[in-house]
């Protein structure tokens, strides 16, 4: 039971960026979401460069509120 429970939070973690991207309502959606997933677990530096991009890429009419 516990053992589902610390999965789910561990996919949660692990998707951070895209959940980020269709919070802040990023541009380029599709191209974040892809990379966070397809190279999320290469090292690191896929999530790295997913959450970077999400926050970066925000459309101009959520940047402006």
């Known amino acids: ?9 561990v996919l949660a973690l692990y998707l951070v960026p895209t959940i980020l991207a269709l919070a802040l309502d990023s541009r380029n959606k599709p191209q974040i979401i892809l990379l966070n997933v ?25 940047s402006e509120q």
């Not at 690191?44 to 101009?60: C, D, E, N, P, T």
């Open 1 to 9: 039971q516990n053992f589902g429970i610390l999965q789910l939070v």
């Open 38 to 62: 397809l190279l999320g677990w290469f090292g690191g530096i896929g999530w790295v460069a997913a959450l970077v991009l999400a926050i970066v890429w925000r459309s101009k009419s959520s």
